[in-house]
């Protein structure tokens, strides 16, 4: 079986190839094929991702294109994860919300609809050359925004397209880390949208033991729900997803992130270039050793200050940098991040096995007050060679409201790229709800477009 990575010489990468080299046995895994149109950075992360694959004596084949074709020929899963613009695109997707004094994060909000602006249109062009190249093969999307991409492709026809994002299992993991439990001990009722979801239930032995868990401080301080006030999650009643900060905390989000020297995307850009930089000096090939020490110390720096502003005990950039450097080696002990949500939806296709997991797909009825076409974020059932939304009844109206309105946003944004219309991008953008101004959506679309113009070209 061959499974193929289109963006394959992102810096998460070689994580992803642990993974997969992990499950190959089980899943008939022979080739795993990393796509990239950066030659330069793909050579490095390709070495690096063989080197892996030596060291764990695998005999599955990791090969290295720059040509889509090839890289999609008889492949019969394929990971998406791209980004159009590169690293300075999304500098200019934070920074020019935050002059406008919105939000400006990479997902959510202005950012995450100019990156959806660049994503659909290229997303749809390899979609389109998969159908051709490898009719059948299922597209795990986890270009973001991923929900809102994963609807695009939904729309168009691409019906084995399903949006993967790790955030959406938190609950079920950081609860199973919690009580030191397998995760599969547990099973966590998740809905929502991607980056706007909630877990209403974890199951343990059939019994919900979130209400109990949500009262114990020491819970709430050991996951990701530190990020909220214990008053708030309390009369939620839920677990949080982490990107519901920039919703419930709206203003205090955007003063913390124009308080930070750095946008998230300019410590990230610099972060890779000194990366990249490093392994070169080092070369990969003949030095693989203290390259991998080099990549593994980038990804404790990268993952230190993730959202730090919303951690009231998180680490300083300097306490990273200097935390960066110690010994450290190459595991899943933390988690496989979207790799494993993937490669467990893989496994679970390949060989019959029944797996749940909380994924972006059309809701198909599983939330009564959303449309059946609906890419929502829910937990589903893999199994039988389909994957199946699982229900959740009595979702509370302001969880409901919340998520109609961020999906009309989706909706119009998807219909206004597929029509390259300004037009509608400004009505789409004005219905998010940290945007809702007119003119404050027509100025972001004008900027936008124009910032971008080298990937979207002309909009009427």
């Known amino acids: 079986m061959k499974l193929s990575v289109i963006g394959g010489a992102g810096v998460r990468a070689p994580l992803l ?8 046995e089980r899943v008939g895994l022979d080739e795993l094929c990393l796509m990239d149109i950066d030659p330069e950075k793909l050579a490095q992360i390709g070495a690096l991702c063989q080197h892996i694959g030596e060291r764990e004596g ?33 500098v200019y997707d934070e920074r020019i919300a935050l002059k406008h004094g919105v939000l400006g994060q990479e997902t959510t909000g202005p950012g995450g609809f100019a990156m959806a602006l660049r994503s659909i249109p290229a997303l749809l062009g ?22 809102l991409v994963a609807q695009a492709l939904r729309d168009q026809g691409f019906a084995r397209t399903v949006g993967i994002c790790d ?20 099973q966590a009722q998740v809905f929502g949208l991607n980056h706007l979801s909630w877990a209403k239930r974890v199951l343990h032995n059939g019994q919900d033991i979130l209400p109990g868990l949500l009262n114990d401080d020491a819970y709430l301080a050991a996951t990701t729900q530190h990020m909220f ?49 490093r392994l070169k000096a080092i070369d990969v090939k003949r030095n693989p050793g203290d390259a991998l020490r080099a990549y593994l110390a980038y990804e404790r720096r990268r993952s230190a200050t993730y959202m730090h502003y919303a951690n009231p005990n998180g680490v300083s950039m300097e306490e990273a940098d200097q935390a960066a450097d110690s010994p450290i080696e190459l595991s899943l002990e933390g988690g496989e991040g979207y790799a494993g949500v993937a490669l467990k939806i893989v496994e679970a296709l390949e060989t019959g096995t029944s ?75 004005m219905a998010h709800p940290l945007v809702l101004s007119y003119s404050l959506a027509r100025t972001l679309v004008d900027e936008y477009l124009e910032a971008h113009a080298p990937y979207v070209g002309e909009w009427n």
């Open 229 to 277: 006030d214990p008053e708030l999650v309390r009369h939620m009643g839920m677990y949080l997803n982490e990107y519901l900060y920039y919703f419930y905390y709206a203003e205090k989000a955007v003063e913390s992130i124009q308080a930070d020297e750095l946008t998230r995307g300019e410590e990230v850009m610099q972060l890779n270039r000194k990366l990249l930089d």
């Open 17 to 24: 190839t642990l993974s997969a080299l992990r499950r190959a």
């Open 126 to 147: 390899y979609a389109e050359l998969a159908d051709r190249r490898s009719p059948g093969a299922w597209i795990f999307n986890f270009t973001n925004p991923a929900g």
């Open 167 to 186: 955030s959406a299992n938190h609950a079920q993991t950081e609860t199973a880390a919690y009580l030191g439990v397998s995760p599969e001990a547990l």
């Open 355 to 429: 797996a749940r997991t909380a994924l972006n797909v059309p809701n198909e009825g599983a939330l009564d007050f959303m449309r059946p076409d609906d890419v929502v974020e829910i937990s589903c059932v893999i199994e039988q060679g389909e994957i199946r939304p699982l229900p959740v009844q009595d979702v509370p109206e302001d969880r409901q409201l919340l998520m109609r309105s961020i999906k009309l946003y989706e909706r119009r944004a998807v219909e206004a790229t597929l029509n390259r219309s300004r037009e509608q991008a400004v009505y789409a953008l």
């Open 58 to 90: 695998s005999p599955v084949r990791i090969t290295t294109t720059t040509d889509a074709h090839e890289a999609l020929d008889g492949a019969r899963h394929i990971i998406t994860t791209i980004r159009v613009g590169g690293e300075q695109g999304r």
